[in-house]
């Protein structure tokens, strides 16, 4: 897929289901639409389930959602609220999704930009099973610069699944530390940037994760350096 850009261009690898990384994505747009500075971000997939075996369990996902949206109460952020049997049990169709979109015929980086930014809206603010396939194209019907007739024709050829694989496979390396760690042009690099926190424990004996700080003023400096301004 190609991924390059003469736009000012931030990579992002992270998982949908991860709060910190959905917390890190809406600061940085957040900062760029207030600004009215064009950014691109490209997304790649570091798919917790994947790495840890098994579905991202609700009982971590909910208390750092909590923790998030307790401090900062303008994400727009709420509880899941949906049936129990409709919660997302994986989150790799949606990361297939969102390579696919890159397809310039799709919708180039803009495009699965848009889809990211549906997706973790559906799940975090409207309870919505983003596992499910109808569900995807459905959010993608809503993305202005997505052809989401031509992303259904590319998931039903298996598109986005190898580079998901292949973006997991090169995550296991050092350089990339977790979701979300992000990289732009100049050197940068940051693992959860803004964010001081701990957990009280581990999280499968009752340990709860607590946000001590969180610092916007990394986002307009990402947005300074990728502009050179500053």
Partial sequence: MVTTTDNPTVTVWSDVGCPWATLSLQTLRAAARRRSLPLLIDHRAFPLELFNREPTPKFIVDPEIMAIAARLPELGWRMWD????????????????????????????????????????????????ISVHAV????AEQCEHVDAKALADALARGSGRAEVYAQWRTAEGPQIQGSPHLFAEGG??????????TWTGSPYE?????????????ADELLDAVHGQG
């Fill in 82 to 129: 949906g049936p129990a049997h409709t919660y997302p049990v994986t989150t790799l169709p949606a990361l297939e999704a969102i390579q696919a979109a890159k397809d310039p015929a799709i919708g180039g980086l803009r495009g699965s930009d848009e889809l990211d930014e549906a997706l973790r809206r559906a799940f975090y603010t409207d309870s919505k099973c």
């Fill in 206 to 218: 009752g340990g709860l994760p607590r946000l001590d700080d969180y610092s916007t003023a990394w």
């Fill in 136 to 139: 995807i194209l459905d959010l």
């Fill in 188 to 197: 940068y690099a940051s693992h959860n940037p803004g964010a001081t926190f």
